[in-house]
């Protein structure tokens, strides 16, 4: 199992990376098998503090005492733990996001058509945007996409107003912007 994706992805994480993984893990909105903490548990052990071994057979020992061995059922719950692992991976990343973050919760608010919230939510988000230090790939990115949320509020709520040469500007600028940021990158590779 040394060779395994979980046992090389937790290899990678610090201590305090695998405090977060831990609560992820347990948390029962992302993992409702306990199989799943056990092998982590097992596992952060024998990684990070040289309990334990890596083969199967002693893991599969681990997890289900006098039970005979059967591969495939080690393989089931390294395979929900590595998806567990992956989930959290990329909660990470958009936790780490603010703005991203504040997108989600525009289109949750859109798509319970909760337009009081949706407003206060747009218009900070704006302010953030607009109080951004770089107009970079990252800050046109998030001015289309906030502009395509506004479209499909007003659509939904069936607005005169459609603000749609903004998201046009926008979806240009951005073009432009990723285009320029694309060729930058390759010329820099090719020196």
Request: hydrophobic share 40%; glycine share 2%.
């Amino acid at each position: 199992m040394a060779a395994n994706k979980v046992v090389l992805v937790l290899q990678t994480m610090d201590k305090k990376d695998l405090k977060m993984m831990e609560k992820f893990v347990r948390s029962p909105i992302y993992n409702q098998h306990q199989d799943v903490i056990n092998l982590f548990d097992y596992l952060k052990n024998a990684l990070h503090e040289g309990n334990g071994s890596l083969s199967n057979e002693a893991i599969f020992a681990h997890l289900f005492p006098g039970v005979p061995f059967e591969i495939q059922k080690l393989h089931y719950v390294n395979s929900y733990l590595l998806k567990t692992i992956e989930a959290y991976f990329a909660w990470k990343e958009w936790q780490d996001d603010e703005m991203e973050e504040s997108l989600y919760l525009l289109r949750a608010y859109r798509n319970r058509k909760i337009y009081d919230q949706f407003e206060r939510t747009y218009k900070l988000l704006e302010k953030k945007l607009e109080k951004h230090p770089y107009r970079n790939l990252q800050h046109h990115s998030l001015e289309y996409k906030l502009r395509i949320e506004q479209i499909k509020a007003e659509a939904n709520r069936r607005s005169a107003d459609m603000h749609l040469q903004e998201l046009s500007d926008a979806q240009d600028t951005w073009f432009a912007v990723e285009k320029l940021y694309n060729a930058s990158t390759m010329i820099s590779h090719q020196a």
